[in-house]
């Protein structure tokens, strides 16, 4: 008989209230660092947008707590902190004072203006945990506009590297950087906060453990995980077992226009167990619509965290172990070197509109239908006439319509889905900074699609350029709309319209992609985005509902009554009734309404005709000859 071997040691079991304290301090400590960074970045797309994540991760680079800027951040520093613990060998690489950097794409999962700070803390000698931040700089050289062909174009490319090192700063890397950034002196600003910002993680964790002990503080962690861990599961039992799969397309990838790109998921429940396939995603592109194989693992546990446990803190790896990722390289969410990666963020919001809408048969409570899935952004650069210094000026970023759920309108006017708690950039500041007029900002009537539930709006910025400058659109969507589920419609599109000082009218694009354009003083651009897809059929909409849209100016009176089927007097605004009653009914039998084209016009009667049965397209010209209000382009 073999003699028994000593078992582990048995972990240390931690205090109920010691653990909430901790579960409260990790959080607090992440917000404090999402504080300090805000406080003391330069440019407005750190401060302003929220371009970055903050995060504590454990000894082995799993996250504990994040500060969210962008939730598709969720997995980019976890793997990044790893990586950079195996490339200097594990902890025996490391010392106190060390702060450790790359902008490594195809580690981090983003582009090159992504720069990771980490810090290892130690604890009496020993590496206990790391403090890291991810925040996007304005420009890291490379190209200013155009389309890049790979990532050699776009930019510095900074290894794994010791940026101080035990507490040193590494001069060199410091040149480097400063050398390859257009306005160095807002750059080395936003490194400074970077820093400041994981300092700050590194002090008070180490305050934390010095008050409640090393050994009290761990064993809390490893509670906190595991109870994420269990409220994940309890929630996935809740979906019906079995496999899943829905398919979208994106409009192109700026280089083959028109060219839609595939996207298609397949997602398996299993008892308390969660499975995303993404090998149905398109290839890798030409143009820079690709992002690092930690995007597409993003995507997965954005869409995972929002159906499994949306509101447990703080954010951790212990909420996605249920789930199994599976990604072949290669993909435009996995994408290799030498791919392009320049704007990574905007196929990954599909990706997860499009989980969200495999499992609305399954779970149509817990799914919204497709939002405008885009940060509608121009990317603008000149000559300020202040002091005739460069501008860089990332301009728009502009709320657009969310998708409907199964018992309540979308949201108008938010950020998609990718940047999170960022909010809509104040116009007065965009004034105060660069030669620029925001003549208008609101919401686009007609822009959500219509349905039981109808889709949030989307928005429209209107800006005026008051000198000389280079201007760039990478938008998509525009072709391929947020869709409804459950019969609801399709909403309105992103889109791009520029007029010249000459001019009386814009021009409107086809195509989001407007690359390289020189706009003079006194030219306009226009930045739309899509509103959010709708949920059941319109005819199902409450009529007061639809007559309210209609006074809010939210839905225009020829929509409600070609899309919703609803009569309202034009003088009182007072539903008929026994009218729409009627009329919808005629509706339901011709197979009424169909999914609508608003945002290309005019209207959508041609669709209407070439997709018909004679019956329904007879019926939708009697409906617009009764209009009570004229037809109108959104």
Not at 309 to 324: I, K, W
Not at 484 to 499: C, H, K, P, T
Not at 533 to 551: I, Y
Request: aromatic content about 6%; glycine content about 12%; some cysteine.
């Amino acid at each position: 008989m073999e003699p028994m071997k000593n078992p582990m040691p048995p972990q240390p079991v931690s205090d109920p209230v010691i653990t909430e304290i901790i579960r409260n301090g990790l959080v607090a400590i992440t917000e404090e660092m999402k504080t300090n960074l805000m406080r003391t970045a330069y440019n407005m797309i750190i401060y302003e947008a929220l371009d970055f994540t903050v995060g504590l991760l454990d000894a082995e680079g799993n996250t504990l707590s994040i500060g969210l800027g962008l939730p598709m951040f969720i997995r980019g520093m976890s793997d990044t902190v790893k990586a950079k613990l195996v490339h200097f060998g594990g902890v025996q690489g490391l010392q106190p004072g060390d702060v450790l950097l790359t902008n490594d794409a195809y580690l981090t999962g983003s582009h090159l203006n992504h720069l990771t700070f980490s810090v290892p803390i130690f604890c009496a000698g020993e590496l206990v945990a790391f403090s890291s931040c991810m925040a996007h700089w304005q420009d890291v050289g490379g190209t200013l506009g155009g389309m890049t062909a790979d990532i050699y174009a776009e930019g510095l490319q900074i290894p794994i590297v010791k940026f101080y090192r035990a507490g040193v700063l590494n001069e060199d890397i410091n040149a480097v950087i400063r050398m390859n950034v257009r306005v160095p002196e807002r750059a080395m600003g936003d490194l400074r906060a970077q820093i400041a910002a994981v300092k700050t993680g590194e002090k008070r964790m180490q305050e934390m453990i010095a008050k409640y002990g090393r050994d009290e503080v761990l064993a809390a962690i490893r509670t906190i995980m595991d109870q994420s861990e269990a409220a994940a599961r309890e929630n996935i039992r809740e979906i019906p077992d079995g496999t899943y799969e829905a398919e979208s397309f994106l409009d192109d990838d700026g280089v083959e226009i028109g060219k839609k790109i595939p996207i298609r998921v397949k997602v398996t429940i299993a008892g308390d167990h969660m499975t995303v396939d993404l090998s149905g995603v398109s290839d890798q592109v030409r143009g820079f619509y690709n992002s690092g194989i930690t995007a597409g693992r993003s995507c997965a546990q954005v869409a995972f965290k929002c159906l499994t446990a949306p509101l447990e803190l703080p954010v951790n790896d212990g909420c996605f172990r249920a789930l199994t990722i599976i990604l072949p390289p290669g993909k435009v969410v996995s994408a290799v070197k030498p791919a392009p990666m320049r704007w990574w963020m905007t196929y990954p919001m599909t990706i997860v509109d499009t989980i969200f809408k495999a499992l609305a048969p399954a779970i149509p409570d817990k799914v919204i239908a497709g939002h405008h899935a885009d940060l509608v952004v121009a990317k603008i650069s000149g000559r300020h006439p202040r002091d005739g210094k460069l501008f860089l000026y990332t301009g728009g970023l502009i709320g657009g319509g969310w998708g409907a759920k199964w018992s309540e309108d979308g949201m108008n006017a938010t950020i998609a889905i990718n940047d999170g708690d960022t909010h809509n950039g104040p116009s007065e500041q965009v004034e105060v900074k660069f030669p620029l007029v925001v003549e208008a900002y609101r919401l686009r009537d007609d822009s959500g699609g219509a349905g039981r539930y109808r889709g949030g709006l989307g928005t429209e910025q209107v800006v005026q350029t008051l000198v000389d400058i280079a201007y760039d659109s990478q938008i998509e969507r525009v072709d391929s709309r947020p869709w409804g589920l459950d019969g609801g419609l399709s909403a309105a599109g992103n889109q791009v319209a520029l007029q010249r000082a000459n001019e009386t009218s814009e021009t409107a694009f086809p195509t989001g992609k407007v690359l390289s354009r020189l706009l003079k003083a006194g030219d306009r651009y226009y930045l739309r985005s899509g509103g959010g897809g709708g949920f059941g059929s319109p005819l199902d909409r409450d009529p007061n509902a639809v007559a309210k849209d209609v006074r809010q100016g939210y839905v225009s009176g020829s929509a409600a009554h070609t899309l919703y089927g609803v009569v309202i007097n034009a003088a009182t605004g007072v539903v008929d009734i026994d009218g729409s009653r009627a009329l919808r009914e005629r509706m339901r039998r011709a197979g009424l309404p169909k999914d609508h084209r608003f945002s290309s016009c005019p209207i959508f009667a041609a669709e209407v005709g070439r997709t018909a049965e004679p019956e329904a397209m007879a019926l939708q010209k009697t409906i617009q000859g009764e209009g009570l209000f004229s037809l109108r382009c959104c």
